[in-house]
């Protein structure tokens, strides 16, 4: 039995380096592209040096010149597409090395626990075999189990959330079902995978106004979870209001969103983004981005802002101001917003507004004014806080809306025995 199972460990240890090795190549791959596209393109900027005139031109020599010049913005703009994309796929490259060197550890349970295991969920109408313990690279717990539910005309469909809370028991440990889970458990065998509950729940809320001139809001939000119990709150204000306006931000988060969902990581998602917007070469499509990631097993939250109005972490009675300074998406096509780590605990509220509800206030700087009423506040959900936030906004202006309002609240609670 034991030669079995270390003949079974060394299968699997090969395998995932085999996996990893495929990945590099194709990353080595993305990274000699890069470096072909990325070249320098000196000898063809000598000779148009070279080419150049101080005298003073005739006619022919004025329209010769012209076209030069032509050719010449042409031939940048090509260079800029160039480096674009040379930088993406540099991006691309160093997405798979990370992915190559995730280490992971199958630790396979002995065989009482096992038979523990496999009748504790034949009593629930479920088969049960292959089980393993999955320990990743950051110390995290994984349970991988193949799952398939027993024909029964007196059952309902399983689930693998109901799965989850069987496994709970039995093996002492907070179990939930993994994202990529199929909900139902059907007749035929298929890998589950369930991980560690995280640390922290959370509640959120929003509040918005439309310009009074406009029927549609040019800002765009989404709240969803990403990667490994991830928060994110994304909020994108479109230039100017409108539907194209609107339509600009909602372009942005559903990227970041499907981009975040598959792994990317944070930093890297927004400088895609950003080559992606200067790619289009409209200096009139200009959207913010203004990002919150919250590990919810941690109690860590990163802000990134790509012009993105300034955010507040509420602390009880503390409140702290949380501002960037990089430009919006496509103004440069090199975004480098410097992210801002901040620890959360119990009780924590993260708050996120576009510039319209903290510019144009008659007496004096907006964010100020809202950091101390946010101050004030205590015991109220989140949905509650983003609507006096706005009430407030607006009171301050007599009422008027003169640029499209957006507030997010999300509120941090550990997760007690009874939640």
Request: negative net charge; glycine residues 10%; aromatic residues 6%.
């Amino acid at each position: 039995m034991k030669n079995r199972e270390s003949g079974s460990t060394a299968q699997s240890a090969y395998l995932l380096e085999y996996g990893r090795r495929k990945i590099r190549v194709c990353a080595d791959t993305f990274q000699n592209l890069a470096q072909i596209f990325a070249e320098d393109r000196s000898e063809a900027e000598g000779q148009e040096a070279a080419g150049q005139d101080t005298g003073l031109p005739d006619a022919s020599g004025r329209e010769d010149m012209r076209q030069k010049r032509t050719v010449l913005f042409l031939r940048k703009s090509l260079e800029k597409e160039r480096q674009l994309f040379a930088g993406n796929l540099k991006e691309m490259a160093a997405m798979m090395n990370r992915a190559a060197e995730e280490s992971v550890r199958f630790i396979r349970l002995g065989s009482r626990r096992q038979k523990q295991i496999i009748r504790g969920l034949a009593g629930e109408g479920l088969n049960a075999r292959e089980i393993y313990l999955v320990q990743r690279g950051d110390g995290r717990m994984e349970l991988s189990i193949l799952l398939s539910a027993r024909p029964s005309r007196n059952r309902g469909a399983r689930t693998a959330d109901e799965a989850a809370g069987c496994l709970s028991v039995l093996l002492d440990m907070r179990l939930v079902s993994a994202k990529r889970n199929p909900f139902f458990i059907g007749e035929e065998p298929v890998c589950y995978f369930f991980e560690e509950e995280p640390e922290y729940v959370y509640l959120t809320g929003t509040a918005r106004a439309v310009k009074e001139t406009e029927t549609v809001s040019g800002d765009n939000f989404a709240f969803f979870e990403a990667g490994d119990a991830q928060l994110v709150l994304a909020l994108s204000d479109g230039m100017g209001s409108g539907d194209e306006a609107c339509r600009d931000s909602e372009a942005v988060v559903d990227m970041v969103e499907s981009m975040l969902e598959a792994g990317l990581d944070v930093q890297m998602a927004v400088r895609l983004m950003d080559s992606a917007m200067a790619g289009e070469g409209s200096a009139e499509n200009l959207p913010t981005l203004d990002l919150c990631c919250l590990d919810l097993y941690e109690g860590e939250c990163t802000f990134l802002k790509a012009g993105g109005a300034a955010g507040f972490i509420k602390r009880g009675s503390a409140v702290e101001r949380i501002t960037g300074t990089a430009l919006p998406l496509g103004a440069c096509g090199d975004a480098q917003p410097q992210p801002v780590k901040r620890s959360v605990s119990d009780g924590d509220y993260i708050i996120l507004m576009t510039d319209g509800m903290t510019e144009g206030w008659p007496n004096g700087d907006g964010e100020r004014q809202l950091e101390t009423l946010l101050s004030g506040m205590n015991g109220i959900s989140p949905s509650e806080m983003a609507g006096i936030l706005l009430r407030f906004a607006i009171e301050q202006r007599g009422g008027r809306i003169r640029d499209d309002m957006t507030v997010l609240c999300a509120g941090i609670w550990e997760k007690g025995e009874g939640i």
